[in-house]
């Protein structure tokens, strides 16, 4: 009898197709179905998708239309007693300081653009928590039985974070406008160019966070972790506040901060307001801190990622 050399994905003559298992060589093997079981546990629980909104909203709602800078540079500026300034002068004058400030004429939509960056770090930051109760469920170890490769697990996991954050700005932005937005300078093509770069941050996010979470076993590690950088990235950025008005040692990390270039290019694609870089070094910057995040998330979940 002579040897029969069988290509893959392909069955002997007689065989039946039904008992032959085909085990797909592709790194991508398993990937949509580990993304889509991840996708799972957020689209058939609403309740998750609700609690994930609540405080965004909450700033867009109460930060953002209580810290009325408008009313203060038009009636408290140059509402001098003694001084009888006609209202439409006073108007101009504190809308030229608000576009000087803040590159808009109100102070909630330049925070409604820094709320679509912190819901995408919002969500990127709990990303690793997904694989801690797998391992501790014991779920991890099942996948790894399987000829799904390592990079893939982690990779699902990103692409699911991706997703998620991408469509909770998306909702967060449309509450935005029911709330007085500004959508003069609003374009679709800008509206994409702000969500392709919205998934770019939390592209990288999410790789960073599951790089901190692939050994831990312990939910309380990750909850310490997210803690302690949540509050430095988002004021360490241009979300709330210009970094004009901060420190210069507050400035340089605002420089090198991603959240500020992804929340400087949705400023200047939907409220045409001047940018602290040009779109192309913004979007690159963002590209490089994807890419070099998501590959060394990939590489350390061959070495990390064990059993």
Do not use: C
Not at 85 to 94: A, S, Y
Not at 127 to 144: A, E, F, Q, Y
Request: no cysteine; net charge positive; proline share 4%.
């Amino acid at each position: 009898m002579t040897a029969e050399t069988i290509s893959p994905g392909t069955v002997p003559a007689g065989q039946d197709r039904s008992n032959s298992t085909i085990i797909s060589s592709s790194p991508y093997h398993g990937l949509w179905a580990l993304t889509n079981r991840e996708l799972k546990k957020w689209y058939k629980n609403p309740v998750i998708l609700l609690l994930s909104l609540i405080q965004p909203v909450l700033w867009l709602g109460l930060f953002g239309k209580a810290m009325n800078f408008g009313a203060v540079f038009t009636d408290g500026a140059f509402n001098i007693p003694g001084l009888n300034i006609p209202k439409e002068i006073i108007n101009q004058l504190g809308n030229m300081l608000m576009l000087n400030v803040f590159g808009t004429s109100d102070y909630f939509s330049f925070l409604a653009v820094g709320m679509l960056s912190f819901i995408v770090i919002f969500t990127a930051m709990f990303s690793g928590m997904s694989i801690v109760w797998d391992r501790r469920l014991g779920t991890l170890n099942k996948v790894m039985s399987t000829p799904v490769a390592r990079g893939s697990i982690v990779m699902s996991k990103i692409l699911s974070s991706v997703i998620r954050s991408v469509v909770q700005a998306a909702i967060i932005l449309l509450l935005a406008v029911l709330f007085g937005m500004s959508t003069s300078s609003m374009t679709v093509l800008g509206v994409l160019g702000a969500f392709f770069s919205l998934a770019l941050l939390s592209f990288g996010f999410s790789s960073i966070f599951l790089m901190l979470a692939l050994r831990s076993t312990n939910q309380n590690t990750q909850m310490a972790i997210v803690n302690l950088l949540n509050l430095p990235l988002l004021f360490g950025s241009n979300a709330l506040f210009p970094a004009s008005f901060m420190p210069e040692w507050l400035q340089a990390f605002v420089k090198v901060n991603p959240i500020s270039y992804a929340t400087d290019i949705g400023r200047q694609l939907l409220l045409g307001s001047g940018g602290m870089a040009s779109l192309a070094f913004d979007f690159a910057y963002l590209a490089a801190f994807a890419a070099v995040f998501s590959a060394v998330g990939i590489v350390l979940s061959w070495r990390l990622l064990t059993k």
